[in-house]
Structure formats: C-alpha cells, structure tokens
C-alpha cells in the first residue's frame, strides 16, 4: 500500500471501518440466539474435527452441555463476524505451517504468534486451537462448502485495521498472518487448492520421526475419549489390521489426492484420517506427502524442520522461521513456552513389538524423505531388518551394509545361526535376548 493511502485515505476511512466492526462484533454477538446458525456450523466443525463430540462426552452431561454451548457459540460467533466484514479481509496466508500434526506445530505457533507483525487465524479464542488452525481445507465451513474459495479463506484472517495498526503505527515491519493447520499435509489435494489460492506462499514443515507422531496422535485421541478399536500399546498379532493396507484405503487416498478443486470432499475424509491406523501411518510417510506441495510450490519457498532440532534449540529454529517468512528476529524477545498439545501418557506405553513393526513399516518412506531432502534426520538409523541369531538365543547386530555386518553374518551363519525380522534399539553391536525381537 502506498504512503498516500495509509496516512491520508485510510484515516479518512477510519471511523467507518471501526463502525463497521464495532456492528459486526454486536451482531456476531446474537448469532448463537439464534441456534440455528450454532447447529450448522457445530455439526460442520464437528465433521471437520470428528474427535469433538467426543469430548462433550467423556465431559459427562452438565460441563460437557456447557463445554459444547461454549465452543459452539464462540465458533458462531466467529463465523458471522468474519462473513460480516468480508470486504475489510484482504489477506490470505502469507506463510501456513501445514505439516505434520503432532511434530511441535502449537508451540511453533505460540511463539510465533508473539511477534508483533504476525497474526493467526483472527475471532475470540476459546481454545488455542481457534487461533491457530482453520481446518478450512478439510471442511470446518462443510463439505461443500467450496474449500477452495480464496474469498472464503480471506475470512479467517484480520482486517485491513490490523496490517494498517502493524505496519504504521506499531511500525513492525511488514504485516504476516499464517494459518498453522497440520492436517493439510496429510490431504493431498491441498497443495493444488493453496496453490490457486495462494501461489507465493510460504511452506513450514515440522517432521517428527513418525513412530514418535503415531503414537502421540494415539494419545491425544484416547484423553478427548476417542475410543479407537486399535492401540499401539498391544503386542503385534500375525495378520494385524493395524498396518494393513486395504485396496479400499488405496482407492479412498488416490481419488482424495486427485479430488478438483471446488469439489466435494468425501463423507468419510475425516473419519479416515483421524481414526483408522491407516490414515495416520500414511500421514507419516512424509515424502510422499511433501511432493504435492513440491509440484505446485517452489523448493526455496519451504522451509522442513525436525521436532529434535526445535525441542533441542527452541529459540535458534523460531529466529530461523522468523527469517524465513519475513520477520524481523530481533523485534521478538524470546521467552521460553510450555510444550503446546503435550499428551499426558498416563502409564501408556507403546508396545515394543509394535514400537518395532512401526519402525519397520517407516523405514524405507523415511529413507525416502531422506533422499528427497538430501538430509539424513536419523529417525530409522537404528533399525535393521534382519540379525543372525545364534542357537543361544542372542543376536549380534550391526548396522546393515556394514563390513561388520556381512562379518558377524558368515560367522553365525557358520555356527547354525538363523536369519530374522527384527529391529534393533541401537547402531553397532549389540546382543538382544530372542524373546525381544519379532
Ligand atoms: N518444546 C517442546 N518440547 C518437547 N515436546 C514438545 C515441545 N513442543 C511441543 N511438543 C510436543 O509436540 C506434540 C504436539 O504437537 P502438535 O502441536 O503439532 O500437535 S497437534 O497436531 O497440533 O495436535 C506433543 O507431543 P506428545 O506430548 O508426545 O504428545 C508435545 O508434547
């Protein structure tokens, strides 16, 4: 925007635009009396988040009525403020992170929403979850509701009040807002709708070695009261359904990845992509999630980055993503966050067979980030599919490829030694008792 008209035209403006949102504020204030625009828009977030209902529930009847009243009207609210001033919302994001759910995204939203030039998704927070993440492309405003509209999606975000306070009286440099949504990475067919809507866009990545995610995302689903049919708590089973991948979920995914924009997204998406095992193992083969994004974006506007390196060094990855997106790193004073969406364990535990089908199940998509990044994150550097096991019931293990290993092969192949599935906790050598291994 030019000089002229944000220090002359647009506090000529001022006072109708302040009217007009001060009117929207008040009318978005009756909109839950109303109760019908409530069940709309509660039944379609509901659709887009399947796990909420879940959590008025296990609330029981009383907090959960009010739980659920709570939410619901503060989502209405929002929902009509943000339609009411449509024509004073310019901005779609400038930067999202859009992957990968449980990898750290809420507290990399945290900080960043603590810079003075960014802003999040815009509405009273009831939830940090309001604040961060839209869910627009997976539906929060319906199925149908076209969610590859760049008008719709320019509702989310603040007024032109907001970019004008930043950037000439606060004086932070260049107005940012970004949408921290870690499902879209998951639905390919999101980076074709964000690349119409957004084409300069900038990516942020924030990968978790995908054992870790799995089982996080387990937990975050069983405390809002989920009850899934499967666990990575229980031993592996010959035959699991867990890791099973059915023509149905391949032909489900490919016509996902392939939906046109503007059509609608499938009755089941959510269901898929939340509950069964196999929505969230898919989610965690992140090559094959990037590469869409990789096809429509370019390379040095995506930025990846590994949950260890941001728990290790909070501050320097945040400096990094502040760069990245425009920010200016020093207007930001650092202040070290509570972990966001951190899931109490309560005595879970991954089984260890299953910890290792896991690691087995991610090793070649992981080798597979690896090449497409050209960056080695280690997640499965500790696996190997295979040991010689001496008839003592001991395993030497090395890392596969290794001089060791092929040495160690031949001489328990040499002493009646057998070859088995297994991996391991450690590089080198190791003896690992046989009742461990799978
Ligand atoms: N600073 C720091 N240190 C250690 N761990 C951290 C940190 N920030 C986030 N986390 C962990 O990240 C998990 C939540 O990730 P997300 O915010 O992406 O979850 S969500 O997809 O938005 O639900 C969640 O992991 P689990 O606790 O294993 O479930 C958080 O504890």
Redesign the pocket.
């Known amino acids: 925007m030019g000089k002229l008209f944000d220090f002359v035209v647009f506090p000529l403006l001022l006072p109708g635009i302040l009217l007009w949102l001060l009117a929207a504020r008040l009318l978005s204030l009756l909109a839950p009396f109303l109760v019908l625009p409530m069940i709309i828009l509660g039944r379609r977030l509901s659709w887009a988040c399947p796990f909420i209902p879940f959590i008025w529930k296990q609330c029981g009847w009383f907090q959960g009525t009010l739980l659920r009243i709570g939410f619901e009207a503060t989502y209405t609210m929002n929902v009509c403020r943000r339609f009411l001033t449509l024509p004073l919302r310019r901005r779609t994001p400038d930067f999202l992170i859009v992957g990968?759910?449980?990898?750290?995204?809420?507290?990399?939203?945290n900080h960043l929403h603590r810079h003075p030039a960014i802003s999040g998704i815009d509405g009273l927070t009831w939830h940090e979850?309001l604040s961060?993440?839209s869910h627009f492309f997976s539906g929060a405003l319906g199925r149908h509701s076209g969610a590859s509209s760049a008008a719709i999606y320019r509702s989310y975000f603040p007024t032109v009040l907001q970019r004008w306070w930043v950037e000439r009286v606060k004086r932070a440099g260049k107005w940012l807002c970004f949408d921290?949504c870690?499902?879209n990475a998951c639905l390919d067919f999101t980076a074709d709708r964000l690349a119409a809507i957004s084409p300069n866009a900038k990516l942020i990545f924030?990968m978790?070695d995908p054992v870790?995610g799995a089982?996080?995302?387990e937990?975050?689903m069983r405390n809002l009261g989920v009850p899934l049919s499967w666990s990575w708590t229980e031993d592996v089973a010959a035959g699991d359904t867990r890791f099973a991948e059915s023509p149905d979920d391949v032909r489900f995914w490919n016509q996902v990845a392939t939906l046109p924009p503007g059509a609608a997204l499938p009755e089941d998406l959510n269901q898929r992509l939340y509950f069964s095992p196999y929505g969230l193992l898919r989610c965690g083969h992140y090559a094959d999630r990037i590469a869409p994004f990789l096809r429509h974006f370019k390379r040095e506007n995506m930025m990846f980055i590994d949950?260890a390196d941001?728990?290790s060094n909070?501050e320097g990855v945040v400096r990094e993503v502040l760069q990245f997106v425009g920010a200016d790193p020093s207007l930001m004073p650092f202040k070290a966050?509570p972990?966001?969406?951190?899931?109490?364990?309560r005595g879970r535990q991954m089984h260890p067979s299953c910890k290792r089908k896991l690691q087995q199940h991610f090793a070649e998509p992981n080798q597979r980030l690896y090449a497409l990044l050209g960056r080695d994150f280690g997640w499965g550097s500790d696996v190997v599919r295979s040991a010689y096991v001496t008839a003592g019931g001991t395993a030497a293990l090395a890392l596969p490829g290794s001089q060791k290993a092929k040495d160690e092969a031949a001489g328990h192949q040499q002493q009646g030694g057998k070859e088995v599935s297994i991996a391991a906790v450690a590089g080198g050598t190791r003896a690992v008792p046989l009742a461990a291994m799978v």
């Open positions: 990968f759910a449980k990898a750290g995204t809420t507290s990399m939203a979850a961060k993440e921290a870690p499902v924030m978790r870790q089982f996080s995302a937990i975050m949950f941001f728990t909070t966050l972990p966001g969406m951190q899931g109490e364990r």
